[in-house]
C-alpha cells in the first residue's frame, strides 16, 4: 500500500547556524519577543535561550535548544544550535529535526570558517536556506560584500540551484529590525517571519503510517532522567502507546518501550500532551537507555531512520583524583566514586564526549572534540563543588591500513595586524604548521590560513594572543587525519618550581621574581613541586618563595614593606590548561587552579627525567 504524505502546513521546523557570536542568539531573543511569548511587562534577561552559567559569562552557545513561537497561526520550531568547532556535534544531530536554517552572517566579518562548517552540514542534508545578514547597524557594516562573500561559499561548496537562489534578509537583531533591502531599516522582524514562512518548507509524512521518531538530542532531567527530543517523522505518537527502539548503526538492536510523557515546546515552556502528529518537535520521557539517534516506531514496522555517525573525539586528558597536599581543603566531592559517577553522568548528554576507565580505579581517560569541550565540562564540574586534576591534552592517534600512525589536523584560519604576520607563521612552522594561504585584507590585517596538526594547536592560544598583543583572531575547523608529523616541543619555558611547602611571603616572592614570571602573590598556601610561575628559559628551577628574610639586629621585619613586587600573572583556566607541559597536571578545586609537577619529590623526579632521556 502506498503511503500518503500529507503536508503540515501549519507547523515549520528551523535551526539557526552561525559562526561564533554572529547575533544567533540574539536574534532568537528577538523572535521570542515579538511573537507575544512575553507579556509586555514581563522582565526577560538577555540571550534568555543560553541558559546555562558558563553560556551566558563567555557569550557562546554550547547546548542547542528547542522553543517554538507562533507567527500568523503557524507554530515555528526553532533550535538555536552552537556556533563553536567544539560542539560541531551539537550542530550535525539537530538538523535532521529541521526542513531548513536561518544562516545567520555578521555584516562586517562576513563569511567565516565557522560559517562554512555549519553550512556544509546543511546543504549536505538538503535543506532551504534563508541568510540572515545580521548587525547591519554596525558603522563598519559592508552587507552588499557579504552577500556576495555567502553566493562565493554557496558555490564552493557545490549548493544546488534552489539553494543558491535563497533570500537574504538584512538585520539588526540587537535592535529587533529586519528589512529585505540592505539600503532600507526595518521597523520590526515581520520581514524574516513571513520569508520563514514563505522559503521553508512545511514538514511532510504520512499520518496513517506506523510512528515513526528520530532521537537527535538528548536532554536530561533528575526527576525523570533521559529525555529524547525528536520530530515524529510517521503516524500519531501517544502517551502510553507500546513502541519499539531501533538504531542504523546498531542492527541488532530492537528494545520494547513505553512513552511515560509527551511534550511539545511553546516558548521558552515544555507543554504536557497526550498526544503529537506528523511534522511535531517533541521531547518523550519515560525511556531509560534512549540513545542519541535511536528511531521510535511502531512494533509491526519497525524501520529505523537513516542517522549521520557522531563525529568522533580528536583529544584527551586524564581526569584523576586530586592527591596533591592540600588535596580535599575545598571540595565536596572527591572521591573517585564522586569522579566517576559525575564523568559518565556526562554522557546522558553529550554525544561527543567518551569516558574510559584506566588501569587504575583513580584515573579515567576523557575524549572531547577540542580543548574548549573538555574545558567547559572542567569548569562545570569545578563549580557544582569537584575536586579533580587533569593532564595535558594530547591528541588521539589511529593508524591506517597499513600500520603508519595517522594525527588529526585542523585548518587554521587567522586574522592578525600585518606587523605581526611574519611571527605568527614562524610560530605555526615551530609547530608543524604549512602556510596554504596569505591575503591583505587591506585594512591593515592579513589573512593567514594553516593546516596544522591539532597537538600543534595545543596551548597555542595564549602564545598567540600575547604575540599579537590581544589583535590576533583564530578559528580552526578540524580536517581529517594525515600521516604524523614528528616530534615537537610543547613549550619552550621551563616552571619556577616550589622548593618548600608552606605559606609565600614577599621576601621569598621578590628573590624568585628575578628568575621569572610569577603566578601567585604573598600569603598563599604551596607546596614542595607546584608550579608558582614561568622560567624564561626552557628549563625548570626550584625557588624558595616561603623564605624568610634572617633578622639582625640592624635590620628589622618592618624593612620587607619597601620590596616591591610585581603583579603575579592570574591564569584562566583555559591558560593554565594552555601551560601545563606532559610532566605536569592541573590541580582543580572550586576555588582555585594550581599547576603541579605529577612527581612532587625533587629527587624521584630528576631521577625519572633522566630515565626518561635514555629511553
Known amino acids: ?51 546555562n552559567d558558563i553560556e551566558r559569562e563567555r557569550g557562546i552557545t554550547i547546548l542547542s535548544k528547542n522553543t517554538a513561537v507562533t507567527y500568523d497561526n503557524t507554530k515555528i520550531n526553532i533550535i538555536d544550535t552552537p556556533g563553536h ?33 555549519v553550512l556544509k552540514k546543511a546543504l549536505d542534508l538538503d535543506l532551504s536556506v534563508i541568510v540572515c545578514v545580521n548587525k547591519c547597524d554596525r558603522p563598519e557594516a559592508r552587507p552588499n560584500e557579504v552577500v556576495d562573500e555567502v553566493l562565493e561559499l554557496l558555490l564552493e561548496l557545490d ?25 532600507e531599516p526595518g521597523t520590526d522582524m515581520k520581514p524574516l517571519f513571513e520569508t520563514i ?49 531501533v538504531n542504523e548503526h546498531e542492527p541488532d538492536k530492537l528494545v520494547k518501550v513505553r512513552i511515560g510523557k509527551l511534550y511539545e515546546y511553546e516558548g521558552l515552556n515544555k507543554i504536557e500532551v497526550k498526544e503529537a502528529n506528523v511534522g511535531s518537535i517533541v521531547a518523550v520521557s519515560g525511556i531509560s537507555d534512549v540513545q542519541i539517534g535511536d528511531t521510535l516506531c511502531s512494533p509491526e514496522n ?56 584506566t588501569d587504575t580505579t583513580e584515573a579515567f ?20 563543588g569537584y575536586e579533580f586534576a587533569v593532564s595535558k591534552a594530547e591528541v588521539i592517534y589511529k593508524e591506517d591500513e597499513r600500520g603508519k600512525k595517522l594525527e588529526p589536523f585542523e585548518i587554521a584560519y587567522i586574522d592578525v595586524p600585518d606587523e605581526f604576520s611574519g611571527t605568527v607563521i614562524n610560530m605555526l612552522n615551530v609547530r608543524k604548521g604549512e602556510l596554504q594561504g596569505m591575503a591583505p585584507t587591506g585594512n591593515g590585517t592579513t589573512k593567514l590560513e594553516f593546516s596544522v596538526p591539532s597537538r600543534g594547536l595545543i596551548g597555542f592560544r595564549g602564545d598567540f594572543m600575547t604575540a599579537t598583543r590581544g589583535n590576533g583572531i583564530i578559528n580552526t575547523i578540524f580536517d581529517g587525519y594525515q600521516p604524523y608529523k614528528g616530534d615537537m616541543n610543547y613549550r619552550t619555558k621551563g616552571s619556577l618550581i616550589a622548593y618548600e611547602s608552606g605559606t609565600s611571603i614577599t621576601y621569598g616572592l621578590f628573590n624568585a621574581q628575578e628568575r621569572g614570571t610569577l603566578f601567585i602573590g604573598p600569603g598563599e598556601e604551596v607546596y614542595a613541586g607546584m608550579v608558582i610561575g614561568e622560567n624564561p628559559r626552557a628549563e625548570d628551577i626550584e625557588v624558595n618563595v616561603c623564605k624568610k628574610k634572617q633578622l639582625t639586629n640592624t635590620r628589622a621585619s618592618g624593612s620587607d614593606d619597601a620590596l616591591k613586587l610585581s603583579p603575579p600573572r592570574i591564569l584562566s ?29 625533587p629527587t624521584l623526579r630528576f631521577r625519572a627525567k633522566k630515565n626518561a632521556g635514555k629511553n
Not at 549548493?159 to 539600503?183: I, M
Not at 520530530?231 to 500519531?236: A, P, W
Open 1 to 51: 500500500m502506498k503511503k500518503m504524505k500529507i503536508t503540515r502546513e501549519d507547523i515549520r521546523n528551523i535551526a539557526i547556524i552561525a559562526h561564533v557570536d554572529h547575533g544567533k542568539t540574539t536574534l532568537v531573543d528577538e523572535l521570542l519577543k515579538q511573537s507575544g511569548v512575553f507579556r509586555d511587562n514581563q522582565e526577560v534577561a538577555e540571550r534568555v535561550m543560553d541558559s
Open 85 to 117: 568547532a567544539d560542539f560541531g556535534g551539537e550542530v550535525e544531530r539537530v538538523l535532521k529535526m529541521v526542513n531548513g536554517v536561518i544562516l545567520v552572517v555578521d555584516a562586517f566579518e562576513g563569511a567565516m570558517p565557522q560559517t562554512k562548517f
Open 159 to 183: 549548493a544546488n540551484d534552489k539553494q543558491l537562489d535563497c533570500p537574504f534578509v538584512f538585520a539588526s537583531a540587537k535592535t529587533g529590525v529586519a528589512s529585505l533591502s540592505p539600503d
Open 197 to 245: 514562512l514563505e522559503y521553508i518548507p512545511a514538514p511532510e509524512g504520512d499520518p496513517d503510517a506506523g510512528v515513526q521518531m528520530l532521537v537527535s538530542t538528548i536532554d536530561y532531567n533528575e526527576y525523570v532522567g533521559r529525555i529524547g527530543v525528536g520530530k515524529v517523522d510517521n503516524g500519531t505518537l501517544r502517551v502510553n502507546e507500546d513502541l519499539v527502539i
Open 302 to 357: 519497525p524501520e529505523p531512520i537513516p542517522f549521520q555517525k557522531i563525529s568522533e573525539p580528536t583529544i584527551a586528558m586524564t581526569f584523576m583524583v586530586n592527591d596533591s597536599p592540600l588535596a580535599g581543603k575545598d571540595g565536596k566531592f572527591v572521591t573517585s566514586r564522586h569522579l566517576r559517577d559525575r564523568l559518565f553522568r556526562e554522557l546522558h548528554t553529550d554525544v561527543s564526549l567518551r569516558v574510559e576507565e
Open 365 to 384: 581517560k576523557v575524549s572531547g572534540r577540542g580543548e574548549l569541550h573538555l574545558s567547559v565540562l572542567i569548569e562545570n564540574m569545578r563549580r557544582e
Open 573 to 601: 583556566l583555559e591558560q593554565a590548561l594552555d601551560f601545563i607541559d606532559t610532566d605536569e597536571l592541573l590541580e582543580i578545586t572550586p576555588k582555585s587552579f594550581r599547576i603541579r609537577k605529577k612527581i612532587l619529590d
